[in-house]
């Protein structure tokens, strides 16, 4: 499984959802928004309506940010 999470220094939600990626044992690649063309390019991904973080991709389908992992989560996945 092919796991992006973009996030943000200082945020907390993007603390919480690695912490739980990685008691899941699931590697991710972290993408972060600090970088202005990588903030360009998560824009386009997703649209300006998107402005918070952490957001998640599994194999390149929007989980969302945290609340909604965890939810995935608990639905079985």
């Known amino acids: 499984m092919n796991i992006e999470i973009y996030t943000k220094d ?8 690695k912490s739980l990626l990685e008691s899941k044992n699931l590697s991710f690649t972290e993408i972060d928004l600090s970088d202005d063309s990588v903030r360009s390019e998560f824009c386009s991904k997703l649209g300006e309506g998107v402005k918070t973080v952490p957001q998640i991709f599994m194999d390149n389908k929007r989980i969302g940010g945290f609340q909604e992992l965890v939810r995935w989560f608990a639905d079985g996945n």
Do not use: K, L, N, T
């Open 10 to 17: 200082f945020c907390i939600w993007c603390d919480r959802a």
